[in-house]
């Protein structure tokens, strides 16, 4: 499915055509070393707030995007688009509707049993991440794909869709050094006339990215053990 020598097309209602499949078998012993490090190297992750100034390599960042849209998806359609926001006049636009939206959540429009469960996260609705990251991007759900002569046609499982995708960014990043939020002002409706984007396009996430701040601080916040999220039958 490389993209490299072929590029994507709409190719609906095009005839099933497959082609071998046939990726070396990693051996048991490097497939354990392997996972192991990974549970160790994913556990490693936090949610960052307080990012450096410091640049993050452009390639970095753009390395990660192409390893989210390698995601599966609903019936194959990739209905994501990953804007990144580099203008900081826009970051400011953003930052301030966010934080305006933020405030009215905060100061009661999340109810009280939500804001108590935000409470061991210590959030508050300013969101000085949104111009003080080095890098910003804004993740789109693309909730049908318009063709540009207009023509309109339904994605599927587009939430699914595009949280796996997300999580595959986060992983790639994290994995890539750097630190990462995931971030849903609420409502993003705000986003689309910002950043202009079309009409089939929803708002999913905002992620900043970056480095930890040299005093970063995050919640001392313990995961669930594996006993505790996975049951056998
Ligand atoms: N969107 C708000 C509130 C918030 C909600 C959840 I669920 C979080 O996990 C964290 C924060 C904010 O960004 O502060």
């Known amino acids: 499915m490389s993209s490299e020598t072929r590029q994507w ?3 609906h209602g095009a005839p099933y055509r497959p082609v071998a499949y046939r990726p070396a078998r990693m051996p048991s012993a490097q497939s354990l070393a392997r996972a192991a490090e990974l549970r160790t190297r994913m556990d490693e992750r936090r949610t960052v707030r307080h990012f450096s100034p410091d640049p993050v390599p452009e390639q970095v ?5 192409a390893c989210a849209a390698t995601a599966p998806s609903g019936a194959h359609q990739q209905p994501w688009t990953f804007v990144r926001v580099k203008d900081p006049a826009v970051r400011e636009q953003i930052r301030a509707a966010a934080e305006q939206e933020e405030q009215l959540s905060y100061d009661g429009r999340l109810g009280d049993e939500w804001l108590a469960a935000l409470r061991p ?3 508050d609705a300013v969101k000085i991440h949104l111009t003080d990251a080095p ?3 804004v993740v789109f759900q693309q909730r049908y794909w318009l063709g540009p002569d207009g023509t309109k046609r339904k ?5 699914e869709s595009v949280g796996i995708a997300v999580g595959m960014l986060l992983t790639a990043l994290h994995l890539s050094g750097l630190a990462a939020l995931i971030h849903t002002p609420s409502p993003m409706r705000f986003l689309s006339h910002v950043l202009r984007r079309p009409e089939n396009e929803k708002a999913f996430a905002v ?12 919640p001392d916040l313990l995961r669930k053990s594996l006993d505790q999220v996975m049951t056998e039958v």
């Open 9 to 11: 097309t709409p190719a």
């Open 207 to 218: 992620v900043p990215i970056g480095y930890p701040a040299e005093d970063c601080e995050v």
């Open 155 to 159: 994605h599927y499982y587009v939430d």
């Open 135 to 137: 890098a910003l991007l």
């Open 121 to 123: 996260l210590g959030t």
């Open 61 to 65: 960042i753009r390395d990660a995007i």
